[in-house]
């Protein structure tokens, strides 16, 4: 996999807002690459700016948080994703119907 993928997830990823989520899935799609969303998933383990690539704005097409977060442990997504507004159902996932982000819906808003 090139780095210009892993460029194209980071571009994307950065367009996420605060409050907002995203699908490992979703973003392969946008991307063109449907099939690619484990892929999405490693360019944003290896995220070189963790600090400026917002990747805890993306979870599993469930709205899980990744059990394997790397920069910070588990709880941290959620603390993150948290702090920014976004809500969880009581079983502990990412209420998709209201916090996932929606680009396409934009232009008709």
């Avoid at 948080?65 to 507004?85: M, N, P, R, V």
Wanted: proline letters at 6%; hydrophobic letters at 35%; aromatic letters at 10%.
């Amino acid at each position: 996999m090139s780095g210009g993928f892993f460029e194209r997830v980071y571009n994307v990823v950065s367009d996420i807002p605060k409050g907002k989520v995203a699908t490992y899935g979703q973003i392969a799609k946008m991307l063109g690459a449907p099939k690619f969303s484990q892929i999405v998933g490693y360019a944003l383990h290896v995220n070189p700016k963790p600090g400026v690539i917002p990747c805890h704005r993306v979870v599993n097409r469930f709205g899980e948080t990744s059990s394997s977060f790397a920069f910070g442990g588990e709880d941290k997504q959620k603390e993150l994703l948290i702090s920014e507004g976004v809500i969880f159902t009581k079983d502990g996932n990412v209420d998709m119907k209201k916090c996932q982000w929606r680009p396409e819906l934009l232009d008709i808003e």
